[in-house]
């Protein structure tokens, strides 16, 4: 157990999070209950000194050196200035790393009306191109007004990669267990039954996609290791290293938001526990995890300056998850598979989901309160089994223009002919309960993290695999992959009452795009434009995805006839081209995306500041 004096007193944040004319949200993780004061300044002089106590400040404990808290305060705030905010409990070197230039505190701006957005998804921490979130501290840095930072910075999907861990990471987050004194847990379905017994097991490290659930393969080590019963496969590519426990999973956003717990990690003893023959591949993902952990600062400060909206998509629990109704049969009908499930859930609403809209989450807060003690968490089965039920995870901002947010992770459309089809990515409930939230608006800016619009011959490509019954093999999650969903959303852009101005939002993909669709035999049709900006850190295998963007230009051009066999025939889709280069229309480098609104859809301006530094206009 690390001694306490040496512990950082944040663990990771300030995070910006929900702000509005009346609520001021941060989330902060800490070595002991926050304590204190919130100071909030507007440049014009007027002081707010707010008490940090139980009425504004929900801690939750996850150790005995750790407290997720979200601060949510009642403070007015004004469209019309500048704010500056700090904690009085944090030393006054902390307060200054986290504001720009000759800020006297953490400058922050309240944009009811959306002037312009940043947004993204997919940061991978081993992934070589450099972090996006920390090249936006440059940007900001730069910035001589207020006016030019966005109104909200929207992380869209794969905040995490709870399924692809690189082995520096994992030896970094077992140390932090330790050193923090996060809970450990127990479970069953599997003879290395606890936490400890995970962490002495040889397949702790690069190989534990042999102690995880399995279906068909490795049914050796399946028969020894769980008692003899077929299970679920994890699909991940990269799942040697999948996070299985909570403690686990909370320390990988620690380390992930944070610079502040990196300089406790122990390197040397951290690498005699990797097993001889990945030692190579070990040194080699620490030396790009060193530049990861040194831009930790920049994306520390970003956090906690601009108001951060999150939603999950798979990374942040595990490859693939629920793409399929045979997929959820297997995994929820395994003990060790619905631990590891739940546990990463668990973490997101932790970590992520509360901050959104803190109401929404107050009931499940108080459904669980029982189940966090300073001693453990107590009925994680229990826990588990309420987190997985809940069903408020989608949420709106009340901006102008209106942001929805979608989940299209649990309210999956299951296919009745076979288990093994994709399901649609939201079920009929949830798209009539998304055209309701439409109905009225004169313009709107929906959060997918998938692509509504994809590329098409991508598509077909995972259509071919499904036909096989592989969907697992080429990620076959799109919205055009469930008849039924695909209708019902392509039937909200057909609707009279649509909102005549609809921006779609989306990552996911590790690449960029961008398109102008309308509808094909109708005067007035909405004018709707998606933009696709992904990832924050990861990038499409160049080489491939050339090939596929020149072929998917061959095939399904606009006047190709092939476009009449595609869900989207009423549908008609215009590229806009990254710097107007007519050689194509996909863009990929790790980076971030701004969209600069305008009245008209069609003048809004569609930009990937890649994190190397160029910036990528899209244009019609």
Known sequence: MQDTATLPDVLAGPILRHIDQENFTLWIATSQPLTGQLI???EKGDKQSINIDEH???HIQLGEHCFIQLLSVKVALSTKQDYFYQLTVLSEAFNSSLKYSSDEATRFRLKSEIDRIWHGSCRKPHHPQRDAIASMDDRLAEMKSSDERPALLMMSGDQIYADDVAGPMLAAIHQLIDQLGLFTESWEGAMANSQSALLDHPYCYYQREKLLPQDKSNQEVTDSFFRGARKPIFTSAGAHNHLITLAESIAMYLLCWSPNLW??????SAREKIPAEYLARYDQEKQILDGFIRELPKAQRVLASLPCYMIFDDHDVTDDWNLTRGWEE???????????????LIAYWLCQAWGNRPEKLQDLREDTRHCFTQNGIEQHESLIDTVLDWQEWHYCIDTKPKVIVLDTRTHRWRSESSPGKPSGLMDWESLSELQQELIGEDSV???????????KLIEVIQRIFTFFGKPLLVDAENWMAHPGAANVMLNIFLHGKTPPNFIILSGDVHYSFAYDISLRFRKNSPRILQATASGFKNAFPGKLLSW???LNRLFYGSKSPLNWFTQRRKMRIKHRRPNNKNSRTLYNHAGFGELQLADKIEDVEVL?????GETVRFHD
């Open 40 to 42: 909030i300044e507007s």
């Open 56 to 58: 504004n400040c929900d």
């Open 263 to 268: 300089p406790l990690i122990n390197w040397q």
């Open 330 to 344: 297997a995994a929820y009908n395994n003990p060790l598979s619905r631990r590891i499930i739940g546990n990463t």
């Open 445 to 455: 800016i929906m959060v997918s993290p998938a692509p509504v619009f994809g590329v």
């Open 548 to 550: 596929l963007d020149r």
């Open 608 to 612: 990937v500041h890649a994190s190397n």
